[in-house]
């Protein structure tokens, strides 16, 4: 089954400890995206990479950092995380980064709370 | 996000027709998208159109598309309690760009 897969799904973590968030595809897709959902505010871009090894900001990357070592992969790292990042967090991939549909499949979300 | 906005919430009875609209900013936007996010769920595409396409329908669907106004509706019709959801609307331009969304409720 084509999909999209995060872990964990819930995570109550303190301030200051190092997290990672997994997401893994197995649609051989070449753009991956990271997104947070915050109530009012829609989804907001975090990173995104276009391929193996090449990866931007998106509109709000202070506090992250991702890695792009395999196309399949592509983790969230929050090295020091801070209470202004809790929120509900969505990867997703698709097969071009533009042009014919686009379509992005997102993997369930992680609910990330930080005390 | 400021890029692409909506209206927040919309409450409609079941069987009437839902319209959920949408206004956004780049007038280079190629297409433009309506995503469903069930609850507890990621987001999943419902449609899509073409920037050089003024409506799309498919079965209950209805998108229309006023690329003069930027202005982008989904219209559902005989609306079903299955259809309770945050509806988020997207362009793709320089980049994929998603509105708030918007929470719909049908009532019996």
């Known amino acids: 089954e084509a999909q999209v897969t995060q872990n964990p799904r819930y995570l109550i973590t303190v301030t200051g400890k190092k997290l990672t968030v997994t997401c893994s595809q197995n649609?051989?897709?070449?753009?991956m995206s990271w997104y947070r959902q915050d109530p009012g505010l829609g989804l907001r871009q975090i990173y995104y990479?276009?391929?193996?090894?090449?990866?931007d900001k998106g509109d709000v990357p202070e506090g992250y950092k991702v890695s792009r070592k395999e196309k399949r992969n592509f983790p969230l790292i929050l090295e020091s995380p801070s209470p202004n990042q809790t929120s509900l967090y969505f990867c997703?991939?698709?097969?071009?980064?533009?042009?014919?549909?686009?379509?992005?499949?997102f993997g369930p979300g992680t609910r990330l709370t930080v005390l | 996000g400021e890029d692409v906005e909506q209206s927040l919430f919309l409450s409609v009875r079941e069987g009437d027709s839902s319209v959920i609209n949408c206004t956004y900013t780049?007038?280079?936007?190629?297409?433009l998208y309506w995503y469903k996010q069930e609850p507890g769920a990621g987001l999943q595409l419902l449609t899509y159109?073409?920037?050089?396409?003024d409506m799309k329908q498919d079965q209950r669907l209805t998108v229309l598309l006023n690329k003069k106004d930027k202005h982008l509706s989904l219209r559902i019709a005989d609306t079903q309690t299955g259809d309770s959801a945050i509806y988020f609307c997207?362009?793709?331009?320089?980049?994929?760009?998603f509105g708030a969304g918007t929470t719909v409720t049908v009532r019996a």
């Open positions: 997703a991939s698709s097969l071009f980064s533009s042009g014919s549909g686009g379509e992005q499949f």
């Open positions: 649609m051989n897709h070449e753009y």
């Open positions: 990479s276009m391929n193996v090894e090449v990866t």
């Open positions: 780049d007038s280079s936007s190629t297409y």
């Open positions: 159109i073409f920037s050089n396409m």
């Open positions: 997207a362009e793709r331009g320089a980049k994929l760009s």
